[in-house]
């Protein structure tokens, strides 16, 4: 068959294991990119790279195909012009909820808030109408009615339209939004008005066929947790078939500001019913719109409103926004200065969290140098904190290795044998590798002769079997004995002797020598096979012939070479010979094909120098110098061009066989049993992979190590500890996170189940709570447990004899008039309140001792007051409503003591032995009932911020009183 072949067609030989070729520094990476050596790009060939290529684009193409059949089959079950689900079969139901314009610019996209200047007039709008501006509002709004001047394919409908499914929709006239419908549409100042007057368009969401239903009997059709209002009752008897819709303040006083501040184009707050059903596509249906002018709203007033649309079948759910719009308008006055009269908080309210000046305050804020939330010094102390500890953690691991480095030798491994991974079972290596080629593959191919490709597996056996040549080790400084069959295993620095002389079989034609090209010219290949090193194995040979003859698995033609090896070397030599015969110290060697046609064309296969490795050459120690001993297994005529699987065994007592590791066979478990034996394998005494002496290592060492870890943080924290002073901070001051600017502090407190709230709220004719309105009773109690941590600790000081630091002054609550005694105005609807500042280490406020330094912002009752007082080294304390509702509903206050200031001889608080804080009492003498009152107090002193975020300086808290009748009125609304 071979002579039919052309003979230069390569001829391929023998397979056995192929170790991948060791690449070190970039070239480990390099040639995964490109391979000059296989021309492989990224591990491919090019022609691979084609066929993945074309592999790919015909998978997609019927991938997509498949995906647009799909598509049209799914298309075809879609209706055309009208949705799939329409009514309450869809998702979005058959409750429409309320649109507003105009819209929010897109920074402010998730504000509910119009951001109004009171004055504005003339502005100059921006070139996309972006921004918050009055006349950017009024252009956003313009742009959505424009859409109304389209009448193309509409058509003029009357009352007598409603139910119709025509394919035009009605159109809308924008006539009768009035004021609404022209331009600047109030939000700017327009003849003699003094504020704008901003309208607002609401209209219906639009859902597709779906009709109103008009109320039948309107006491019947009402949600009685959703009442009518008065006002939509009037219009609905009116007429019936229309959609109303009414806008309300939600807070009281909201609905103060609001009160007849609001006009409604047209004036009866209808959309007809004639514009409904919406059949028709999106570009020929108008929305009907109500226009909604709002006028005379109070400047810096957050005003929350809320517009519902009353129909039969439109119920009202904040939650998802059903039948219901709600916003807030903020009105400000710019002074021709540019400075604005709303406070920060209150404009960012509506302007975006995140934008570029945010983040540039965030980079860096002049006003705190800070960078990045953190000032230079915090910046210096964290880095060098972070430097310190990477420091000490890496001295701690350094030590932890050297630790461990000092537990092992450097030329004995720490596990041996079979406490190591590699374990006691020693593979088998071969030679030559092609390096070069394919790292993953175990067949070893040439063409032999003169023009053939074997000198790269040449000079691979040349170069291992360098280091045998005599005298090398020798050269290094190593000594070799020549060792016997009789003698005993190695000792630690003993080697035994191997030339690379004894490889060659001086009885075959062609030998296994470099000379003569290790056969591979002549086609008669050579491999040279030897045993992996592992440290302390030691082979246990089958001494016992009748052993060997019963084995099942050892070949036939091995058997017979054993045998015929003992009766040469030890038949009739005496018992002890015979039963121990040295010749048979051997790890015995056998190759052949592995199916029936590799045996086949195999061929004669030969040794050299013996058919195994002798057991004088283990165990291996590392000694210096020492030489594996090698077999060079010589296929004598194997058949070329056929490809030849080839299995090389080592038999010894003890081996296994695996193909998967190229060590024993491993034996199949499957299910219970493989469970079984991982928590118990009988056969190797483990527990869960590990034997008991490795379990009880592996405890030891992590007992160790975590005793060690525990011990180096305990270290760390003692270390830490060292720092702190246990009398009071480590930072103070302006050093501290905290600063030098206290918060100011509210008593009494709320209850556990309203902790997160800032509401005072009772009833004051009544000392029980009921469900929803807390009895005067419930404030009198925290406020005497409160006051009853104010004993007759600590002197009494003046401002002569101040606190110090082991002493501080005693607080006489009786200065608290008229809040140190009785039920504290609770029960006479004339609530005390107390204020005091939050303790700061080491802060002595500074005063304003001198009343030209008074701020201008300072509220001008507390400025005269403060003239009026002769001793001002105190904290000056200041209530007031927020709004001018609260302004007024809020009423006249009353501060004890009457200085209504906290003495500067309290301070500085030291962590003082029974330190009691100083406080202002103020109380409420008339208070509006039933109405939400949004108070602010804030505490005055040179060195005191002012930060409504971050409650610096000043207090924020809502009074809510009732009596009698207001409380049931409030509890009606919870039925």
């Known amino acids: 068959m071979g002579a039919d072949k052309d003979q230069d067609a390569p001829q391929l030989l023998g397979a056995t294991a192929f170790k991948p070729k060791e690449r070190v520094g970039a070239d480990r990476y390099t040639h995964v990119l490109w391979d000059k050596e296989t021309g492989e790009v990224c591990t491919r060939t090019p022609r691979s790279w084609a066929l993945i290529t074309i592999f790919y684009l015909i998978y997609y193409s019927c991938l997509a195909c498949f995906w647009y059949g799909m598509l049209c089959l799914f298309f075809t079950t879609l209706p055309e012009g009208r949705p799939k689900w329409i009514d309450t079969e869809s998702l979005i139901g058959a409750n429409p909820g309320l649109g507003l314009r105009p819209e929010q610019p897109d920074v402010s996209i998730s504000s509910s808030i119009l951001l109004l200047k009171k004055n504005a007039k003339g502005e100059k709008y921006s070139r996309d109408f972006e921004t918050t501006s009055n006349i950017d509002w009024a252009k956003r709004y313009e742009k959505y009615l424009k859409q109304y001047g389209n009448t193309t394919l509409k058509r003029n409908c009357d009352d007598s339209a409603y139910g119709e499914s025509d394919e035009l929709g009605c159109i809308f006239d924008t006539a009768v939004l009035g004021e609404c419908g022209t331009f600047p549409y109030g939000y700017e100042l327009n003849g003699a008005e003094e504020t704008v007057s901003p309208c607002v368009l609401v209209k219906l969401n639009r859902i597709f066929g779906w009709t109103p239903q008009p109320y039948e009997n309107i006491d019947d059709d009402q949600d009685p947790e959703d009442p009518v209002p008065d006002r939509v009752r009037k219009l609905v008897a009116q007429d019936p078939n229309n959609i109303y819709v009414h806008c309300e303040g939600e807070n009281p006083a909201d609905v103060e500001a609001l009160d007849g501040n609001v006009k409604y184009f047209p004036d009866n707050q209808a959309i007809p019913f004639k ?57 400000h006055f710019e002074e ?62 350094a030590i932890c290795l050297w630790a461990f480095s000092q537990t092992m030798d450097n030329y004995t491994p720490r596990l041996q044998t079979s406490m190591s991974y590699i374990g006691q079972n ?56 020549k060792c016997h069959w009789d003698r005993s295993p190695l000792e630690r620095q003993e080697a035994c002797e191997f030339n690379k002389e004894w490889l060659s079989d001086q009885g075959s034609d062609i030998k296994c020598i470099s000379e003569e090209n290790y056969g591979y010219y002549h086609g008669k290949p050579c491999i040279l096979l030897k045993l992996n090193k592992i440290f302390g194995w030691f082979p246990d040979p089958y001494y016992n012939v009748t052993e060997v003859e019963n084995h099942p698995d050892i070949p036939d033609s091995l058997k017979n070479h054993i045998r015929s090896t003992w009766e040469e070397n030890c038949r009739n030599k005496g018992p002890e010979k015979e039963e121990r015969c040295p010749q048979l110290n051997m790890v015995w060697l056998d190759c052949n094909g592995e199916e029936d046609p590799d045996k086949e064309n195999i061929g004669v296969v030969s040794y050299t120098p013996w058919r195994g490795f002798p057991g004088y050459f283990f165990p291996y120690w590392n000694q210096l110098g020492y030489l594996q001993p090698v077999v060079m297994v010589q296929l004598k005529n194997p058949t070329p061009g056929v490809l030849i699987n080839i299995e090389c065994k080592a038999w010894a007592k003890g081996l296994e066989h695996d193909r998967t590791r190229r060590r024993g066979l491993p034996v199949e478990r499957h299910g219970f049993e493989k469970c079984r034996y991982f928590c118990y394998d009988p056969d190797k005494g483990t527990i869960m992979g590990r034997t008991g002496k490795s379990w009880a290592l592996i405890t030891v060492f992590y007992l160790i190590y975590y005793a060690c870890l525990s011990a180096f943080w305990l270290l760390m924290m003692y270390i830490f500890f060292l720092t702190i002073r246990y009398d009071q901070p480590r930072w103070i001051a302006e050093e501290s996170l905290i600063g030098t600017s206290p918060g100011l502090g509210l008593r009494p407190e709320q209850p556990d189940a309203t902790i997160d709230s800032s509401m005072i709220i009772f009833n004051k004719n009544s000392e029980m709570s009921s469900p929803n309105v807390p009895g005067w009773g419930l404030w009198k109690d925290k406020i005497d447990r409160f006051l009853v941590y104010y004993d007759e600790a600590g002197k009494r000081c003046n401002g002569t004899d101040p606190a110090t630091k082991d002493e501080p002054c005693n607080f006489n609550v009786n200065s608290l008039g008229d809040c140190a005694k009785g039920n504290y105005g609770y029960s006479t609807g004339q609530p005390c309140l107390y204020f005091k500042l939050n303790k700061i280490f080491g802060v002595a406020n500074d005063h304003y001792n001198d009343a030209d330094e008074l701020p201008e912002e300072m509220p001008a009752e507390l400025t005269q007051h403060i003239r009026s007082q002769r001793d ?3 904290v000056w304390v200041d209530c007031h409503g927020e709004n001018p509702a609260d302004v007024e509903a809020m009423g006249k206050v009353r501060y004890f003591p009457n200085h209504r200031g906290l003495p500067g001889m309290y301070f500085p608080y030291l962590n003082q032995l029974n330190y009691r804080s100083p406080m202002v009492a103020v109380q409420f003498m008339n208070a509006k009932m039933g109405q939400l009152i949004h108070i602010e107090c804030r505490a005055w002193a040179k060195n005191i911020g002012y930060d409504r975020m971050d409650r610096i300086g000043m207090v924020h808290f809502e009074l809510l009183m009732f009596d009698t009748p207001t409380a049931k009125e409030y509890e009606k609304s919870y039925e």
């Open 336 to 397: 021709t200065n540019g400075t604005s009269s709303i406070t920060d908080e209150k404009a960012n309210l509506a302007e975006p969290k995140v934008s570029p000046s945010n983040m540039g305050r965030y980079i860096y804020n002049s006003k705190t140098n800070e960078m990045f939330g953190r000032t230079f010094s915090s910046w210096i102390r964290l880095v060098a904190f972070s430097l310190v500890f990477i420091v000490v953690l890496t001295v701690f691991w």
């Open 275 to 331: 514009y409904f059903p919406f059949n028709q596509p999106a570009d020929l249906y108008h929305s009907p719109v109500v226009g909604v002018k709002f006028s005379n709203m109070p400047v810096g007033q957050l005003i929350h409103i809320e517009c519902k649309a009353w129909a039969k079948d439109i119920s009202h759910d904040r939650k998802d926004r059903l039948g219901l719009v709600h916003f807030e308008i903020l009105l």
């Open 872 to 874: 001002k080294e105190k």
């Open 426 to 481: 020693p593979g088998l290596g071969y030679r030559p590798m092609k390096n070069d080629e394919d790292p993953y593959s175990s067949l070893i191919w040439f063409r032999h002769g003169g023009a053939g490709n074997w000198g790269d597996l040449k000079a691979n056996l040349d170069y291992f079997l360098s280091k045998y040549e005599p005298g090398s080790f020798a050269n290094a400084g190593a000594s070799q004995t």
